[in-house]
Nanobody, 127 residues
Framework: VQLQASGGGLVQTGGSLRLSCSAS????????VGWFRRVPGKEREGVSF????????HYAESVKGRFAISRDNAKNALYLQMDSLEPEDTAVYYC?????????????????????WGQGTLVTVSS
């Protein structure tokens, strides 16, 4: 089981990036998936999550209206479109998959609810 995150980089304030996460040895279709981020010296933070059917999404307050999560089960992939980036968004971003599917009523959104993790991709937003 491997999750591979990509798409990070250096961008100016107000810019955009699109993160991708592909899975191998594992089918994402029946699993809730999402993105976390970590700044050195700080706790890992949940960013955005989506249920297996895509009928439920969750966003951290700090990214609502700026980030959009999506998934393509046919491609076994997960995405995070990040717009209007701010220096505070600078972090290593990790994709993750839960053993649970989530539902319309609830999508897993805490680290302990996720069981498979990608290696992380660095996003740096310059001011």
């Amino acid at each position: 089981v491997q999750l591979q995150a990509s798409g990070g980089g250096l961008v100016q304030t107000g810019g955009s990036l699109r993160l991708s996460c592909s899975a191998s040895g594992f089918t994402l279709e029946n699993h809730a998936v999402g993105w976390f981020r970590r700044v050195p010296g700080k706790e890992r933070e949940g960013v955005s999550f989506i249920s297996s059917l895509g009928d439920s999404t969750h966003y951290a307050e700090s990214v609502k209206g700026r980030f959009a999560i999506s998934r393509d089960n046919a491609k076994n992939a997960l995405y995070l479109q990040m717009d209007s980036l701010e220096p505070e968004d600078t972090a290593v971003y990790y994709c993750a998959a839960s053993r649970w599917s989530g539902s319309y009523y609830y999508t897993p959104q805490f680290p302990h609810e996720y069981h498979y993790w990608g290696q992380g991709t660095l996003v740096t937003v310059s001011s």
